[in-house]
């Protein structure tokens, strides 16, 4: 079956900007993750989501920072007010049930100039 | 806090020979899970392998095995018969335990770079 899809694989902002950020998890997958690499350095964990429920967003940097998962499936990062500091990768991970294996989609490669 | 360290920025192999990229962790929990995932520079991370703090067995998997020695918290990964293909970024993580109210996330390392050389 088809792995953790992200969209777009790049994206270019100007600071200031509000970006959005998709996942698409593998499908039955009911847990579901955000990180954010930056350059050199391993993920980090920003938020966590069991089916539609948020349960843990201690990871998310600023209330700029805001992640959805609505009908438990597809999730978005939406970044408010982009800053440079905000250029990283943000990696979506999936796994079928919490604790459970997490694979990972390509990324997105954020950019704010 | 649980902590990852990969003290190797960069490792070289020959092509055929056989590698070991070091990991430590620091965790005061009884269970927990350790993995390795390889990020090679089309940025995407694949899973390697994985060992539970309770497992008696070093997990392998074809030609990834992981020499974990619980007592000295180590978690190193052994890639034998090194291919030109296995160059990459190679990262640990650790998952906390799975009790009630965990998130399970991961906590990574900052990544071994290999060089497989012909």
Redesign the interface.
Known sequence: GAGVSQSPRYKVAKRGQDVALRCDPISGHVSLFWYQQALGQGPEFLTYFQNEAQLDKSGLPSDRFFAERPEGSVSTLKIQRTQQEDSAVYLCASSWDRGETQYFGPGTRLLVL | AQK?TQTQPGMFVQEKEAVTLDCTYDTSDQSY?L?W?KQPS??????LI?QGSYDEQNATEGRYSLNFQKARKSANLVISASQLGDSAMY?C?M?EG?YGG??????????TLLAVQP
């Open positions: 990852i899970g993995f995932y089309s940025g995407e991370m694949i899973f994985y990262f993580a998952r799975n965990a998130t399970n996330k991961l906590i990574f390392g900052t990544g």
